[in-house]
């Protein structure tokens, strides 16, 4: 039985050697009589824990999706693309924007430059104040041109209130300071 035992153990260190010198061949992609390539150090990976974004970082992220969204729905002339960013009397004042577009056969190409700041933020509410560079333009409804043009370049100083509705953050309200 032991003999058996040393025999298990030897085979098993020879497999070993013989995997470890790949075989005796060297490196496989090195022709014969050629030296081996020097291998390149270890490359150890170390997992880092993603951070959880605070709470600004949360609400600032919400409110650009909300542009992109709104932006959108200007440009499509469909307010229900903006329903996953905008609610109560911020999703109305969208619809009532875009009927009125609507009547008059246009829709609008966003352009605009955000400075915004988060002035209070808790976990289920936050207020936001943007001072917006806006060159936006109309196009028309149908053909979507003109593709490019001038805006009026107009600053605009918007607050917008958001709320956690559902666990996402979403603007339902805003309101333009004059």
């Known amino acids: 039985m032991l003999g058996r035992l040393v025999l298990l153990v030897a085979l098993g260190l020879i497999a070993l050697v013989v995997v470890a010198c790949n075989g005796g061949g060297g490196d496989p992609t090195t022709p014969a009589g050629e030296p081996s390539p020097t291998p390149s150090p270890a490359v150890t990976a170390t997992a880092e824990a993603t951070p959880t974004p605070s709470l600004e970082d949360q609400v600032s992220e919400a ?34 924007e875009i009927d009125d577009l ?8 966003t352009v605009v430059d955000h400075d915004f700041v988060v002035v209070e933020a808790s976990a289920e509410s936050a207020t936001l104040l943007d001072e917006i560079v806006n060159n936006s333009f109309f196009i028309d409804a149908e053909t979507k041109e003109p593709p490019q043009a001038e805006g009026s370049g107009e600053v605009l100083r918007d607050t917008f209130y958001l709320e956690k509705v559902d666990g996402q953050w979403m603007v339902v309200r805003s309101t333009r300071q004059r």
């Open 63 to 96: 409110y650009l999706r909300y542009w992109d969204a709104y932006s959108d729905a200007l440009f499509e002339l469909d307010a229900t693309l903006a329903q996953r960013v905008a609610s109560g009397e911020e999703l109305d004042r969208i619809r009532e």
């Open 102 to 109: 609507r009547s008059r056969g246009l829709a609008l190409k």
